[in-house]
């Protein structure tokens, strides 16, 4: 099965063409002959770029990347929250099958011989694995995993000012604490730091910009390690922004004209939707000048200065992709080198009257993927490929002629390499997703719907609730049709009734009690 998958690979074939047609040399690939991984990771990336027709992202890199590969317009993380979005990518497991749903889960402790994306490709094909910035989340009592590369991660901030006024003359704020695991017993006495900042200095006074010029060292080291001992790379550079705050030169906020930025179309939560799905408040609370009120209307100028914000640190993490980009090219290492972008959530910019992230609706869950494989994907090519962050896992293992994945833990995902040479192929009719609250709601996502199912953890007897979205006639979700289509709602629910009962937040299973 393993000598099958190799020698149908063209992007392995594209870079050994004198041995291809001798089928038995393709299939004994050793690390030499392997593709390297540049895997692109960016904190509540949501699809607002030139590539996916936003027509006010300033994004040209990000662009050039979609150009030379496959866009997924259908793609969705697992769990819309920074540390068990990561975990999906990196496990290829659902959050509902391993029980990590929360910022501060501990992987070792939850799922303890676990074998990760990059420890994967270490294992089985002589990779050299590599992390910078944000990669999985530090923070809220985390620590990330070590384990999980060869070498010690590069950590830099996710939340930064560098303006002294944003943090009330350099005092310790909320977030900060939050993601340095500092006084987390006492969060709430802390101040809040601002929500933006635009100070007029180069892009390496922020984290971004260092992680690119570390990036493009690693890559540099990389090339020369590659040459001496053939060892393939597996780099994994993660990007905070635009991760609150927007902490951004002025330079990309001067990308943008405020005025001309587009507002919510609709800020009220879904009619007849359960109370459980709705938010208002929560992160955004934690910055100022936004209320700390969570019920608080906003203020048309500070929406403004918030979505400004947003686009801005888009526009600066695109710069510092476009950095790495360019020395991958200029390395001549772009054509045998896989680059994936994957944003880890969407995010919520005042649709539905929401801010951030921590929901199941469309905006929090759709997230770009952005695959270029040399020899296989065609380049500025597009799926409506309904895709899912586990897929990543057994993609890229695929990709690099490695085994098909057997690993101790639950393996979610499917291969999207069928797709990535034919963007017509089908490996899947809907994309699932969760997120828990007093209640746990898992969601099935097909092309024209979004069926979620809210049910309590332990209280098994307890009727669940359900929402019912029709993209089709009703893109900005205004009203929960579960009740006028049960017809619908019925037929989810047998897909939904098709997956493992899901784990509790501490990953052990629920004991249902004896009916009496």
């Known amino acids: 099965m393993i000598l099958k998958s190799h020698s149908r690979n063209p992007f392995l074939c594209l870079l050994l063409p004198t041995l291809c047609g001798l089928s038995f040399l393709c299939n004994t690939l050793v690390a030499a002959e392997r593709p390297n991984v540049l895997l692109i990771l960016v904190d509540d990336l949501k699809p607002a770029l030139g ?33 068990p979005s990561r975990f999906t990518l990196m496990l290829g497991a659902h959050s509902t099958s391993t029980g990590l749903y929360g910022l501060g889960s501990q992987l070792r402790e939850i799922v303890p011989d676990a074998v990760t994306l990059p420890q994967y490709f270490a294992q089985h094909g002589g990779y050299r ?52 695991n ?14 933006f900042e635009a100070p007029d200095v180069a892009d390496i006074k922020y984290a971004d910009g260092r ?25 994994v550079a993660g990007f905070a922004r635009p991760h609150l705050p927007f902490s951004a030169p002025k330079k990309y906020w001067d990308l943008y004209n405020p005025s001309k930025l587009p507002l919510p179309e609709n800020e009220e939560l879904p009619t007849n939707a359960p109370k459980v799905a709705g938010k208002r408040g929560g992160e955004i609370t934690n910055y100022s000048p936004v209320p700390t009120d969570r019920n608080a209307r906003f203020s048309e ?40 972008l994957w944003g880890d959530h969407g995010f919520h910019l005042g649709d539905l ?19 270029a494989a040399p020899g296989v994907t065609q380049p500025g090519s597009a799926t409506q490929q309904l895709a899912e962050s586990v897929d990543l896992f057994p993609t890229l293992a695929e990709l690099a002629g490695l085994p098909a994945p057997k690993v101790p833990q639950p393996l979610d995902g499917v291969s999207l390499v069928p797709v990535l040479k034919n963007p017509g192929a089908r490996v899947r009719n809907h994309a699932y997703h969760a997120y828990p609250k007093q209640k746990l709601g898992r969601a099935i996502r097909t092309e024209r719907y979004r069926l979620v199912e809210w049910k309590p953890y332990k209280n098994l007897g307890v009727p669940a ?46 004991k249902k009690k004896a009916t009496p």
């Open 182 to 195: 500092q006084h987390l017993d006492r969060i709430k006495s802390l101040p809040r730091g601002a929500a």
């Open 211 to 235: 992680v690119a010029a570390e990036t493009v060292k690693r890559l540099q080291a990389a090339q020369d390690r590659r040459k001496q001992k053939g060892t393939p790379f597996f780099i």
């Open 301 to 340: 100028d500070l929406k403004r200065q918030l979505i400004h914000g947003y686009y801005a640190s888009t526009s600066l993490v695109d710069a510092q992709i476009g950095k790495v980009l360019d020395e991958l090219n200029r390395l001549g290492l772009a054509e045998n080198t896989i680059v994936v």
């Open 353 to 371: 009257g929401i801010w951030t992230k921590h929901t199941n609706y469309e905006q929090a869950n759709r997230i770009p993927i952005l695959i």
């Open 465 to 510: 609730e359900y929402e019912l979205y029709d993209y089709q006639t009703d893109p900005l979700e205004t009203r929960n049709l579960a009740q006028e289509q049960p017809v619908v709602v019925e037929s989810l629910k047998q897909i939904l009734a098709g997956y493992p009962e899901p784990l509790p937040r501490n990953g052990k299973p629920v």
């Open 129 to 180: 694995t590599e992390s910078l910035g944000k990669v999985f989340h530090i923070g809220h009592g985390n620590h990330g995993d070590p384990a999980s590369f060869s070498v010690p991660h590069f950590h830099d901030k996710v939340i930064e000012y560098l303006d002294p006024a944003s943090t009330q003359g350099g005092k310790l704020t909320r977030e900060e604490a939050y993601f340095t």
């Open 51 to 83: 590539c996916y027709g936003d027509p006010i992202a300033q994004t040209p890199n990000i662009d050039a990347l979609a150009a030379r590969g496959m866009r997924f317009e259908r793609a969705y993380c697992n769990q819309a929250v920074c540390a």
